[in-house]
């Protein structure tokens, strides 16, 4: 589960404060590929002097309970790595001490607030970074990792030349659509007209005329607005995990990956400091090891041309070089071989497995004393959470 604060593609409502007037700074957004996250086009690029701070107002922003809130700076050159990270609620404030790296990094912080209504980021000394995707999250598995794949499915889905089926007139109350011509969706196919989509529960025929009943789902059984002559399409719809009695075909689902298995050979138990805050606090990560989750996309087909288009979708979703976003954080996913399974003749679904792996944190804070000297009592291995 996750709260986008702020897409960080652009400046826009972004302003820099500087201790003097004569000091300069710069503000810009760029869209660097390689500084992209979360399938993000766009970042802020900054350069600041010493003591600026780069600050943003938001109307009372609610985190629905996040655990954590993270962002990711891309690229870095700096006289000072340190920077500080403030947020507002309602008057009060917690501000962390964060090092900056010059790689790629995705930085978390503890969420401290219900709701925020300003962020700040203030440099210790010059420097220049490209910054994007601010968000608050709960880690929610096999959940998080479904909604990081559908978009790049989806992305697959809409390389495809749209398929027409038909056009129609349809009357906003109406609980059908009629054709006059002919109709080339099929019962079960997800139809899209007029900003509309519906799941098709019944195809009838009288004369030359066919006629379209809808499921509940999507956008239910009533057609919502009227429309003369509109185009209808096939729509394949990607779904997380769907349940639906009724199947849709052609159609493509998200199952699996509830039974996560652990990596040995990557799983050492390991401390970390992330950070600090103004109250001398710091912020140790412990690294309980990787899991590696297995979901499988099934692409369920009603004729061999749905088969030949979802085989395309399968194929350019596999080659897709790009990493995957779970909560911020880059993933790499990789591929099974895929599976054809028949149901009839011209019946049946592709299955594409796919493995994730993930590593597990308990995050917390505790106070260090003198030197760093600390001691961290046990802590069990949890589920990610």
């Known amino acids: 589960?996750?709260?986008?604060?702020?897409?960080?593609?652009?400046?826009?409502?972004w302003n820099v404060q500087v201790q003097n007037a004569n000091d300069l700074y710069t503000l810009t957004g760029v869209d660097y590929e390689e500084c992209r996250a979360s399938y993000i086009p766009g970042q802020i690029q900054a350069e600041l002097p010493a003591g600026a701070i780069l600050t943003k107002d938001f109307n009372q922003i609610h985190l629905d309970g996040s655990k954590w809130i993270s962002f990711t700076i891309g690229l870095a050159y700096y006289q000072n790595p340190n920077m500080t990270f403030t947020l507002y609620s309602n008057g009060n404030k917690k501000t962390f001490i964060f090092e900056v790296q010059q790689k790629y990094t995705t930085y978390r912080f503890i969420n401290p607030f219900e709701t925020i209504d300003r962020v700040e980021f203030t440099s210790i000394g010059l420097i220049q970074f490209v910054i994007t995707d601010l968000i608050a999250y709960t880690n929610d598995y096999p959940a998080d990792?479904?909604?990081?794949?559908?978009?790049?499915?989806?992305?697959?889905?809409?390389?495809?030349?749209?398929?027409?089926?038909?056009?129609?007139?349809?009357?906003?109350?109406?609980?059908?659509?009629?054709?006059?011509?002919?109709?080339?969706?099929e019962r079960y196919a997800v139809i899209e007209f007029n900003g509309e989509i519906h799941h098709i529960?019944?195809?009838?025929?009288?004369?030359?005329?066919?006629?379209?009943?809808?499921?509940?789902?999507?956008?239910?059984?009533?057609i919502k607005s009227s429309a003369v002559n509109t185009q209808v399409f096939q729509k394949i719809p990607v779904l997380a995990n769907p349940v639906s009695t009724e199947s849709v075909r052609p159609g493509i689902g998200l199952h699996g990956g509830y039974e996560f298995e652990r990596v040995p050979e990557r799983s050492f138990v390991s401390d970390e400091i992330i950070c600090s805050d103004t109250d001398e606090n710091y912020y140790i990560r412990r690294s309980e090891g990787i899991l590696r989750f297995k979901p499988v996309i099934h692409g369920l087909y009603k004729n061999y041309e749905n088969l030949g288009r979802l085989s395309k979708i399968f194929q350019q979703f596999e080659g897709n070089d790009h990493p995957i976003w779970v909560n911020g954080r880059r993933v790499i996913i990789s591929f099974g071989q895929v599976a054809l399974i028949k149901f009839e003749e011209d019946d049946g679904?592709?299955?594409?497995?796919?493995?994730?792996?993930?590593?597990?944190?308990?995050?917390?804070?505790t106070e260090?004393?003198?030197?760093?000297?600390?001691?961290?009592n046990s802590i069990p291995v949890q589920n990610p959470s």
Do not use: H
Not at 169 to 177: C, E, L, N, P, W
Not at 211 to 218: R, S, V
Not at 368 to 376: D, R, S, V
């Open 1 to 13: 589960m996750r709260v986008q604060i702020d897409n960080m593609q652009n400046p826009s409502g």
């Open 349 to 365: 679904e592709l299955q594409l497995p796919c493995e994730i792996e993930l590593g597990v944190y308990n995050e917390w804070e």
């Open 201 to 222: 529960a019944a195809k009838n025929t009288t004369g030359e005329n066919f006629k379209l009943t809808f499921t509940n789902l999507f956008d239910g059984q009533v």
């Open 368 to 376: 260090i004393k003198t030197n760093l000297n600390y001691q961290i």
């Open 145 to 185: 990792i479904y909604a990081a794949m559908i978009p790049l499915i989806q992305k697959s889905v809409s390389q495809l030349p749209k398929q027409i089926v038909g056009t129609a007139t349809v009357r906003a109350g109406d609980s059908s659509i009629q054709f006059a011509e002919l109709c080339f969706a």
